[in-house]
Antibody, heavy 118, light 110 residues
Framework: QVQLQQWGAGLLKPSETLSLSCTVD????????WRWVRQPPGKGLEWIGE???????NYNPSLKSRVTISVDTSKSQLSLKLSSVTAADTAVYYC????????????WGPGTTVTVSS | QSALTQPPSVSGSPGQSVTISCTGT?????????VSWYQQSPGTAPRLIIY???SRPSGVSDRFSGSKSGNTASLTISGLRAEDEADYYCNSYATTSAWVFGGGTRVTVL
């Protein structure tokens, strides 16, 4: 059974950089399209960005100036960096994978809670 | 890009059907049959239940069905059960090579 593992710092101060990573257990990392999604407390889901398995990267226009998504295929690892965080970036951050690009995200990580507080 | 519009909540009695709408624009829902639906129970990650408007992943009950007309996609849950009580989110591909979610709908089983 394919599972995703996530890790990264859970408590940040304003202006710091959020850094999260994600990998897959039991599946082919290179066969998936990878996405990051976040969910502020009590609110809905927000798409942050993605890496197509061809290497193309797309970002949510509202976050594009602060977000960097990358993959390290040698480590089968997906990464997310979000700079200059504020309290508005407090959320559960999910990595998710889609085997077929347009077929939806069929595998999700457990989520990482990130809190931004001074 | 703006979030897709969903009703905040819908409710129904066990055995009834409920339908959740997801309204976008010609830049997203209206232009592509690339609408997915996710079910999320409290404290858990979302789960894919519909993709490409009306297809179900393996293992998803056939009580869940999807459709689309113009700029609005819909999710119908038939034969409502207590276990269906959750939040539901639509998600569409958009012309900006991006993906946009709906605001979410809480389904309550009365």
């Amino acid at each position: 059974q394919v599972q995703l593992q996530q890790w990264g710092a859970g408590l940040l101060k304003p202006s710091e950089t959020l850094s999260l990573s994600c990998t897959v257990d039991g599946g082919s990392f290179g066969g998936y399209h990878w996405r990051w999604v976040r969910q502020p407390p009590g609110k809905g889901l927000e798409w942050i960005g993605e890496v197509h398995h061809s290497g193309t990267i797309n970002y949510n226009p509202s976050l594009k100036s602060r977000v960097t998504i990358s993959v390290d295929t040698s480590k089968s690892q997906l990464s997310l960096k979000l700079s200059s965080v504020t309290a508005a970036d407090t959320a559960v951050y999910y990595c998710a994978a889609a085997w077929h690009y347009y077929y939806g995200m069929d595998v999700w990580g457990p989520g990482t809670t990130v809190t931004v507080s001074s | 890009q703006s979030a897709l519009t969903q009703p905040p909540s819908v409710s129904g009695s066990p055995g009834q059907s409920v339908t959740i709408s997801c309204t976008g624009t010609r830049s997203d829902v209206g232009s592509y049959n690339r609408v997915s639906w996710y079910q999320q129970s409290p404290g858990t990650a979302p789960r894919l239940i519909i993709y490409e408007v009306n297809s179900r992943p393996s293992g998803v009950s056939d009580r869940f069905s999807g459709s689309k007309s113009g700029n609005t996609a819909s999710l119908t849950i038939s034969g409502l059960r207590a276990e269906d009580e959750a939040d539901y989110y639509c998600n569409s591909y958009a012309t900006t090579s991006a993906w946009v979610f709906g605001g979410g709908t809480r389904v309550t089983v009365l």
